[in-house]
């Protein structure tokens, strides 16, 4: 593989990278070769699968388990990957849930976690890995964010919410911090055929696909190669931008 794109020497961290989008962007980053820590929650096995994936391809990587809503655990995450590879490079907020009903039905705890998962795990995990960017001068931070915050969708009040959230916290850290040479970018994603859309009513996937110009769900590894960019020394000059993957659906 030629040098372009090359994420040789860098150390990853992949939120919720056990499954769906997650695990494709963990084993695109280990494909270009970054070491990658793949963060997971609930499904040990599931990370451990893509963990052995990245090292038969001969890469480097290791699972952790962290409930990233949990600052402290957010903690623990990111000290592990610089204990375990030396270093910490990329930070991917990929962790999120869906909790899908019409407000009148929400409670708030469906709101609460939602926010939690999606919104608050990324303040947590990049509160801590600035930390140790700003050190160094070097980062990339790359949170993924949905075509939800910019569209809106019915029944998903909370989760637009969070993903709207994590567009406005992109926009404000790329300022913060690019003095120190790090740069903080969104990936707005359409809709994706991983598992999490299992929880969306059917007729509401059917009429949002309707909207889709390229007329089809993407392909979860279709969200990685855009993060893979993000995260190359290629995509230098670009901060604080949320990146479209959804098939021409929010033209913004
Ligand atoms: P998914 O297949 O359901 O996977 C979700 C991942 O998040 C799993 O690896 C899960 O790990 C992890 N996770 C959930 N809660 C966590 C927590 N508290 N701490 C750590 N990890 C946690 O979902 P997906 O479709 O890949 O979605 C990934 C991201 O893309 C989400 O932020 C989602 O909002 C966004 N997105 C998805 C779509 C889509 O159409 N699929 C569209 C736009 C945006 P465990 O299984 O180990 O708990």
Redesign the pocket.
């Known amino acids: 593989m030629s040098d372009l794109l090359s994420l040789k020497d860098r150390v990853a961290v992949v ?8 695990r494709a962007i963990a084993l695109e980053l280990a494909h270009r070769g970054a070491a990658v820590v793949v ?5 040990p096995d ?2 451990e699968a893509v963990v052995n994936e990245i090292k038969a391809e001969g890469g480097k990587a290791a699972s952790f388990q ?4 949990n600052l402290l655990a957010a903690q623990s995450l990111i000290k592990f990957a610089v204990d375990t590879f030396g270093d910490l490079h990329i930070l991917v907020n ?4 869906t909790r899908d009903t019409l407000i009148m039905m929400m409670s708030e705890d469906d709101w609460d976690v939602v926010q939690n ?2 919104l608050k ?1 990324t303040f947590n995990c990049s509160k801590v890995a600035v930390k140790h960017m700003m050190r160094k001068r070097y980062g990339r931070i790359i949170n ?1 964010s ?3 915050g910019q569209m809106g969708n019915p029944g998903q009040t909370n989760y637009s919410a969070s ?1 709207a959230g994590q567009i406005g916290f992109t926009k404000a850290l790329a300022r913060e911090v690019a003095a120190r040479n790090i740069t903080v970018n969104a990936v707005a ?4 055929g ?4 299992a929880s969306m009513a059917p007729e509401v996937l059917e009429a949002a696909l309707k909207l889709v110009p390229l007329a089809r769900k993407a392909k ?1 590894e279709e969200i990685a190669y855009a993060v893979a960019f993000l995260a190359s020394d290629q995509a230098a000059y670009i901060t604080g931008q949320a990146l479209g993957v959804d098939g021409g659906m929010a033209m913004m």
Not at 15 to 22: A, Q
Not at 189 to 192: I, S
């Open positions: 939120t919720g990278g056990s499954r769906g989008i997650g963060n997971f929650n609930k499904s599931a990370a962290a409930d990233v809503s990929n962790a999120g849930i998962t999606n795990s993924i949905s075509v939800a993903k994603p359409g809709f994706v991983t598992e999490i859309l979860p």
